[in-house]
């Protein structure tokens, strides 16, 4: 069992408009190898990306205080891997020195992760990502009231 380094990040917007730009190279190489004609510009753009991308299947599974990911990808060697965690999204990609069809399979969490608490781990074909919840709760929220008070009465003397 491998583990797979987590980079830690606030958006995953780069990732995507880099994926982005790709398929809009590709759809334009099309565009151009048919002569410039046509209006078939949707086309080109669905095939450049069936092209390019592999968007492999995602379970994420709730469980309580976490989550856990898990993807199956077949034919890939772990060091290819690269994973983007942000508080609410996951980014799962093949990096740029992988030869086959890129992989590119983003997650969105229902709630935040707390990014210190994000593991990795690769069995076989199967890359599982476990993240824990974050804790949203203010400070003063679980103490028990005389606490709470007793801060309260210093706060006005």
Do not use: C
Request: proline share 4%; charged share 30%; glycine share 6%.
């Amino acid at each position: 069992m491998a583990t797979i380094r987590i980079e830690l990040g606030t958006s995953i917007l780069d990732e995507v408009e880099n994926v982005y730009d790709d398929i809009t190279r590709k759809a334009y190489e099309k565009f151009l190898s048919r002569g410039r004609t046509g209006m078939l510009d949707i086309d080109d753009w669905l095939e450049a990306e069936r092209e390019i991308l592999m968007k492999p299947e995602a379970r994420l599974i709730e469980k309580r205080g976490h989550y856990i990911v898990r993807l199956h990808l077949p034919n890939i060697v772990p060091a290819n891997v690269r994973i983007l965690a942000t508080r609410d999204d996951l980014v799962v990609q093949t990096s740029s020195r992988y030869a086959g069809a890129r992989i590119f399979k983003t997650v969105h969490f229902p709630e935040p992760i707390d990014l210190r608490r994000v593991r990795s781990s690769w069995n076989g074909e199967k890359l599982v990502v476990m993240a824990l919840k974050a804790d949203l709760k203010p400070a003063s929220e679980g103490k028990p009231a005389r606490a709470a008070n007793e801060g309260l009465r210093t706060a006005q003397k």
